[in-house]
C-alpha cells in the first residue's frame, strides 16, 4: 500500500515536499479528465432518461424512471406516487386516470377504495432505472437501421478501396525508378493543401455529371484517394529492403505477386494504422455526404442524426440515444487502438 | 489480443487473397505485354484516376465557375462573366463593417472567421503547450491521461456538437452548475457573445488532444542531458523553460500554429451543428457561407461560391507552404 502511494504521488526529483508545480499538475490532470470524459459521460446518462425526466430542471445525474406497481383489476402496470394526505400524512398509491387537475388514485394494497388526490400534493416515486426505449424505438419506428447500414457500407467500403488503390500507388512510388516519379510524389503532396471545402461546388458538379448523385458511391469515391495515406505508406515502403524484391524476382514472381505477397505484409503495421484513420474519417464524415445525399433512404447516420436534431420539435431523447450509438464505434477503436493511434499521429503528424 | 487481430484479420482478408490469386495470370500477360513500365501504370492508375477525376479537375473547374454567373450547375448553360464574383465579394465602403459591403453575409463570415482563428488558435496553442508539458512530466498514469486528453479527437464532429448542444441548452447541465454557484441560468447558445466563445472553446475541446500529442513528440525529442547538466547548474525552471525547452520545441511549436491555423479557417462541421451560424450571423463561418451560397440557400450562386472557396484557398496555400518549409527546418534541425 505505501508503495502504491509513493509511486501515485511521486514528486519532482526524490523524496522533499510538495512542489507546486506537482499541485498544479494533478489539478490539471483531474480538471482535464472531468473535462474530457464528463460530457460523453453526462450524454450517455441522459440518453436513458425519458422524455419526460429530460424537461426537468435541475437535471439529476443518474436516469430514473417512475415505478409501478400491480394492482387488482387493471391489467396494466400502475405509476406510483407519493402522496400527502389532507391530514399531512404520507401514503404510496397508484394513478389510475388524470381528470383535469386532480387524479384518482388507489392504495395498492386496498383496491377498492378510490381517493381523487390533487396533481400538487403528489409526487412520482422513482428509482434508478434506464428509458431503454431510447434505443429500441429509432431503430424500429424511424430510419436509423437503415442510416446504420449505410454508414457502415460507406466505412467499410471507402477503406478497402483506400487501402488497394493508395499501397498499389504507394508501392509504384517507393519500388520503381520511372521518369515522372517525382513529379507524381509533387503533385499528391500539393493536394494535401486543397481540403474538400476549397472545391466543393466543381466536385459537386463533377459528380452530378458522373450520374453519382445521390448515391453512397457518390460519397465514396472522392474521399478514397487520401494523399496521406499514399504518403504514409510510401515512407513506409521505402524501408523494405529492395534485395526481397530482387530475390523474389529471381523466383520469376510477377510484380502484381512481389506486391501482394512481399510488400503488402511487409507494409501491415501501416496498413493497419491507415485502416485505423480511415474508418474513423469515414465514419465522421459530414460535410460531403451532407451535399451529396439528399434522399432520406440514403442518409449516413451523421446526417440523419443532424436531421433529427435540427428538426422544429428536437426530440432529444432519441437523439441522445442515437447520438451514443454513433459514437460507439469510435470509442471501441478508441480502447482497443489508441497506442496505434497516438504513436501514428506523433510519428507522421498527420490525422 | 494481437492474436485475435490477426486472426480476424486473415479470415477479412481471405476473399482479397483469392481474388488477387485470380488476378495474376492476367497480370502475368500484361506484364509480358508492356513490361514493367506497364506494371508501373497499372498500380498508378487507379489512385491517380480517382484523384484527376476528383481533385484535379475540380480544382481546374473552380476557375471557370468562378468566371461565369447565374444559376445553373451545368457549365454549358453559364454564361462567362470574367471577375465579376470577384468585384462582388470584394466590393466594399469599409471593411472592418461588413454591412457596407455588397456581400455583408461574406465580410461578416471573413470577420467572424477571423477572430474565431485568433482566439481558438490561441487557446488551443496555450491549452496544448501547458497539457504537453504537464504530460512529460514522470507521473503515475502518463499513458491514461494521455489517451484521456485524445479522446475528442476521435469523436465525430457531429456527435461534438450534439453533446454540447445538450449541455448547453436551457435544461443542460452548464445551467446546473451556473445555478448551483449561485447565477442566473442563461440560454447559452441564443446569446451572441456565448454562442461565438462556445464555438471557440468546443472546437478547442474537439482537437486539443491532438496538437498536444505533436508538442509532446517535440517535448520527448529534447535530449535528457541538457536538463541533466541545467539540474547540476542549480538553473531555475523558469530559465530551463526559457533556455532550453522552448528554444528547442521552436519548430514543433510553429507546425502546431500553423496547422490549427490551416484547420481553424476551415471550420464548419462542429460549429455548424452546435450553432447552426447562429443566432443572427453571429457564428457564420466562411465554409458555411460557401456551402450556404454554394448548395442551401434560396439564392443559390455556384459562381460566388466557387470565387469565394478560391479566396480561400489562397489563403490556405499561403498556410500550408509556411507548415512545410517549417516541417523541413524541423526535420533539419532534428537530424544535426
Redesign the interface.
Known sequence: MKAVGRFLFRKRGHGGAWHWTDVVTWIWLILGTIIMFGPALWLVSSSFKGPAQLAEFPPTLLPYVQEVANVEGHDTPLPLYMVTMEDGSTRVMAEIRRIGTSAQMVDPADPQERVSVPLVDRQPLREVGLALNNYVDPFLAFDFMRYLGNSVFVTVAATLLTLLTNSMAAYALSKYRFRGRDAVMLLIVATLMVPLSVILVPLYSVVSSVGLLNSLWGVILPTIATPTGVFLLRQYMLTIPDELIEAARMDHASEWQIYWRIVLPLAAPALAVLTIFSVVWRWNDFLWPLIVLSRRELYTLQIGLNTYAGELNVQWHYILAMTVVTMIPVVLVFIFLQRFITTGIAGAGIK | ?ARFGETVGRVAALP??LI?RA??PL??LW?RWTG??G??A???L???A??G??????????V??SLTGGID???KDRPFIGFDQYGRLLECQDYLQPTTCREDQFWTAVRNTALFVFFQVSLMVCVSM??AL?LN????GR?F???????????????VG??????LQ????M??IV?NLGFD?VVWLNDRFYAFSAAVGVST?AHM??YT??L??GLQAIPRDLYEAAEMDATP?SRVFWRITLPLLGPNLA?VLV?ALIRGV?I??EAY?LT?GGPGTSTLFI?QY??EV??ASFLRN?GL??AA??L??LV??VL??VQ?GL?KRAEKERAR
Do not use: E, H
Open positions: 489480443m482479397l487473397v488477387a488476378l495474376d497480370l502475368r506484364q514493367t513500365g506494371m508501373i497499372f498500380f498508378l487507379p489512385n491517380m480517382i484523384f477525376v476528383f481533385v484535379i479537375i475540380p480544382l481546374v473547374l473552380n471557370v465557375y450547375i451545368l457549365l501547458i497539457t504537464i512530466r514522470k507521473i503515475a499513458g491521461f494521455r489517451a484521456v486528453f485524445f479522446f475528442p479527437v476521435l469523436l465525430s464532429p457531429v456527435v450534439l453533446i454540447w448542444r445538450w449541455i436551457r435544461q443542460g447541465l445551467n446546473l445555478t441560468p475541446w488532444g491532438f500529442l505533436i509532446l513528440a525552471a507546425v496547422l476551415q464548419f462541421d451543428v447552426g465554409t460557401i456551402y454554394g448548395f455556384p461560391a466557387a472557396s478560391i480561400m484557398g490556405l496555400v500550408t507552404l512545410l516541417s
